[in-house]
């Protein structure tokens, strides 16, 4: 399960690096790239909202084939970018379906199946980083091949393949944690994606602005800050963009340990404060380097984000499943991703909204945003408290 999610991650990220070699070699424009990452988030929706209802009524395991069927057969649509982009928006259409998947079904899976541990947060913090993995080696290692071997806009996508195609053909022998079932009632499928009543208001002051940023801040390390800076790279802007998605997903990686001990402190510092408080810093050194436009900000940024993603991610999964219950586990999995992922469509707002606003103008009103959540995530708890609404 845990290679499933793995190489779906992988697959979902390893284009990311790649928009400066289909800007160069492609001829297509910042807003045209950045297009592509909203066909990701668009295709995301889907996996992210029903797959999860699907899964809690008729079972894990054939729903999480599907979603790794769908990201091998992104990755050969893919392959035919050469050919125009409509290949590019359909295989990343179909990459978003696949890792909405992953991110839903296959957290909710993880769960399920290290549900006799004693660590309660075990679940959570495996799922997260072997997405996370997946994301970062994922990139890593197409934005090598594309900067360094041959055939650059297809080698890539023939690794994924290669990769994924074993672990398809395992993925089967995992055991099944929901037996097909029908719910009560006639439920509807997106009644599994309500909150419950007593967990409302705590979503609203906490997960709801929290989420955004986990994914806008990806957008701003490995997809805004790489063509800011771009003019001042020279033939090495491909292997940059790679070594930012890179460190962004490998902060990430390191510092999820944190978050497990942050989520079990008494008394000291909620995490989801943390993580707002990282990510808002990491926006104003965004900010700054807008107008800098130099390439070593944007590392130290890519750094302190991937930091508050690291945080944020945990964070967010551990708070949503204490408030959903075995019926609808994956459904509130996948509204919380759903909510992270809009924050990636950070980069085509950006984009378009850079024909009247300068890119240091823009980036200063997203940091103003990050501390407003912050201010919302730190206080809406304690009103809570104060008002007698139950945690």
């Not at 290290?114 to 970062?136: E, K, N, Q, S, V």
């Not at 491909?238 to 990430?252: E, H, I, R, W």
């Not at 984000?305 to 944020?312: H, S």
């Amino acid at each position: 399960m845990a290679a499933a999610m793995f190489a779906c991650g992988w697959g979902g990220n390893q284009f990311t690096p790649l928009l400066l070699m289909y800007r160069r070699i492609g001829g297509y424009s910042v807003l045209s790239v950045d297009a592509f990452l909203g066909a990701y988030v668009v295709g995301l929706i889907p996996g992210l909202l029903l797959a999860g209802p699907l899964s809690d009524r008729h079972g894990r395991r054939r729903v999480m084939i599907a979603g790794t069927v769908a990201s091998v057969v992104a990755s050969v649509v893919l392959a035919f970018g050469e050919r125009g982009a409509w290949p590019l928006y359909a295989g990343r259409l179909l990459t978003g379906v696949a890792v909405g998947i992953a991110m839903s079904v296959g957290s909710s899976w993880v769960k399920e199946l290290t549900a006799h541990h004693t660590d309660p947060t075990l679940g959570a913090r495996r799922a997260a980083l072997w997405l996370t993995a997946g994301f970062g080696l994922g990139a890593g290692v197409a934005g090598a091949l594309a900067q360094w071997g041959p055939w650059p806009m297809v080698l890539p996508y023939v690794v994924h393949v290669a990769l994924t195609l074993p672990v398809l053909a395992v993925l089967p022998r995992v055991a099944e944690t929901r037996p097909a079932a029908v719910r009560p009632g006639g439920q509807s499928l997106l009644a599994d994606l309500r909150v419950p009543v007593a967990a409302r208001h705590r979503f609203r002051v906490l997960v709801l602005p929290m989420a955004p940023w986990i994914f806008g801040a990806a957008g701003l390390a490995y997809a805004v800050m790489p063509q800011l800076v771009d003019d001042r790279l020279g033939s090495w802007g491909l292997a940059y963009a790679t070594a930012l998605t890179v460190l962004y997903l490998g902060t990430g990686v390191a510092v999820q340990p944190l978050a497990k001990r942050l989520d079990r402190a008494v008394g000291g510092p909620r995490p989801a404060v943390v993580a707002m408080v990282v990510l808002s810093v990491g926006a104003v050194v965004c900010a700054v380097d807008a107008v800098v436009r130099s390439p070593w900000p944007a590392l130290f940024a890519a750094a302190v984000l991937g930091a508050g993603y690291g945080i944020a991610m945990v964070t967010g999964l551990l708070e949503v499943q204490r408030m959903a219950g075995p019926d609808d586990l994956a459904g509130l999995t996948g509204l919380y991703y759903t909510l992270a992922y809009a924050g990636f469509l950070l980069p085509t707002v950006l984009a378009l909204l850079s024909a009247v606003l300068s890119y240091p103008v823009m980036l200063t009103g997203v940091a103003v945003l990050a501390f407003g959540c912050l201010a919302v995530v730190a206080a809406g708890p304690r009103r809570a408290e104060r008002a007698g609404v139950a945690e």
